[in-house]
């Protein structure tokens, strides 16, 4: 059995996601996430993407404090493996808008603002 390296976080959080079909076709669907870890994201959904299919997804976190904003994290990646109503994918993680970003952040895959 092949160990994990990365610590999975239990969310569930709303997330939106596209991806361009073999003949160019786009398409977009959304879900929930199940859990999240630096290397990969897990989602369920009603609309699957196939395996191997390259994904953009936009998700939110919620604030860390009452006043705080909501955090955006802006991901893509490649579909590992499909499971019933959900898909496990690759990811890389990332600040909407953001260029550039503190290599401590970076170095957890959750990239928080400046």
Same mark, same amino acid.
């Not at 959304?30 to 870890?37: A, M, P």
């Not at 550039?100 to 957890?108: D, G, W």
């Given at each position: 059995?092949? /160990? !994990?390296?990365? !610590?999975?976080? =239990? ?10 079909? =073999? ?10 996430? !199940? ?10 959904? *009603? /609309? ?9 997804? /936009? ?6 404090? =009452? ?15 499909i499971e019933g109503?959900?898909?496990?994918? *690759? ?8 260029? =550039?970003?503190?290599?401590?952040? !970076?170095? *957890?895959?959750?990239?928080?603002a400046k």
């Open positions: 059995m092949k /160990q !994990r390296i990365c !610590r999975r976080y =239990e969310l569930q959080l709303p997330v939106l996601y596209s991806w361009t079909d =073999e003949t160019g076709a786009m398409h977009q669907a959304g879900g929930f996430t !199940r859990n999240i870890s630096t290397q990969g994201i897990y989602i369920v959904s *009603t /609309q699957l993407p196939p395996r191997g299919a390259d994904l953009s997804l /936009q998700a939110t976190l919620p604030p860390l404090e =009452e006043a705080a904003n909501v955090i955006p994290l802006q991901a893509s990646g490649r579909v590992l493996r109503r959900g898909f496990a994918l *690759t990811s890389d993680f990332g600040l909407w808008g953001e260029a =550039e970003f503190e290599p401590e952040a !970076r170095a *957890t895959g959750v990239v928080l």
